[in-house]
């Protein structure tokens, strides 16, 4: 299966030198979640939600280019599975595709998503529980959504499940946080709420779809169907009862699919903001330490996952990590709280040191 087999075709575009606003109204109008940016007929670059969500604050009439990003870019003639890879090394939720110099179509995590069933047929074996986070992050239906859109900036993802009393009640997605923020002369009501200064409160009641999730015995061809049906990019996982018992994203599925010959650990991790490249330097530094101190016991494929969450206590700022080791070999969950981030990393990994070397 080739890339242009399932790119879309259709594409909708915007000048780099239009309004934001313009942009924004677009993607609401399309249902999309990205556009590339042009320059006459030429492409210059990709513009996405989560570029406009993580700024602190937006003005109407800023250029599409402040918030452009450089994507890779994919032939048209290569096989999918390419590009499953550059998605899932990048990071990005799409990718420009070309025809030699001229831009043809783009590929998003979804078109592989609606694939997954013939990209690979052994997903079918895989559940729900094999791949899920068990550490989820929610909001609550009385919520501000000042509140709210920061937490699914910390995520980094489109939505975010909402519960009431510990049972989920639905979903708000990240586009209707965006495009029912009041618009002032001077800003657009977003940058408001991020930068704390929320003028009309809005709860999270009042603008949550409707409540879908799955059970942790589905496999994830299911699930995956699931999304594509309701246009999401996270499922819950949920009990009889409805509570949450972990979470499933697009990214999960995407990392459940093996590339041939692929080798080496992949380290995801969440929770933490653009400003924290300290944080995340620390994290790689010894989670790499770690891999190569314990590889002649894991082997050489596998992920490791780190779900980071901030808040403050006695005055401080404490971090409370979960994280998820997962090899053909084995699965492993642990996870530790601390006032300094790099102890608490340390404290896990040790952990999962003496656990493994202890086999």
């Known amino acids: 299966m080739e890339v242009k087999d399932i790119m879309k075709k259709d594409l909708i575009t915007i000048d780099s030198d239009a309004k934001i606003s313009e942009a924004i109204s677009k993607m609401k109008d399309n249902d999309i979640q990205q556009l590339p940016v042009t320059s006459g007929n030429k492409y210059v670059a990709m513009l996405t939600y989560k570029n406009i969500l993580r700024r602190g604050s937006v003005r109407t009439n800023s250029k599409v280019y402040n918030f452009s990003i450089n994507a890779p870019r994919i032939n048209e003639n290569s096989d999918v599975m390419d590009a499953v890879k550059l998605i899932k090394e990048s990071g990005l939720n799409s990718l420009p595709v070309f025809n030699k110099d001229k831009l043809t179509g783009i590929v998003t995590r979804m078109d592989i998503i609606k694939n997954l069933n013939e990209i690979i047929n052994k997903n079918k074996l895989i559940k729900n529980y094999e ?39 639905g979903i708000l997605r990240l586009k209707d946080v965006i495009n029912n923020i009041i618009l002032d002369k001077e800003r657009i009501g977003y940058g408001e709420f991020t930068s704390g200064k929320s003028k009309v409160e809005i709860t999270v009641k009042s603008l949550m779809d409707n409540p879908v999730s799955s059970t942790e015995d589905a496999n994830i061809i299911e699930t995956a169907n699931l999304m594509i049906k309701n246009h999401l990019h996270i499922i819950p996982v949920t009990e009889e009862n409805s509570r949450i018992t972990g979470i499933i994203g697009i990214t999960d599925l995407l990392n459940s699919i093996e590339i041939e010959n692929e080798e080496g650990f992949f380290i995801e991790i969440s929770g933490l903001n653009e400003e924290d490249r300290d944080l995340y330097d620390i994290t790689y530094f010894m989670a790499d330490k770690f891999i190569n101190n314990v590889s002649r016991i894991i082997g050489n494929n596998g992920k490791l996952l780190f779900n980071i969450r901030k808040y403050k206590t006695e005055g401080k700022g404490k971090y409370s990590i979960r994280t998820k080791l997962l090899t053909p070999k084995m699965h492993m969950d642990l996870d530790d709280a601390d006032y300094n981030y790099g102890r608490c990393i340390s404290s896990i990994l040790n952990k999962y040191e003496t656990r493994l070397k202890g086999k």
């Open 131 to 169: 791949i899920m986070n068990a550490y989820v992050v929610t909001v609550d239906e009385d919520d501000d959504i000042e509140n709210s859109a920061e937490k699914i900036r910390n995520l980094d993802e489109y939505e975010i499940p909402v519960t009431k009393n510990d049972k989920l009640t």
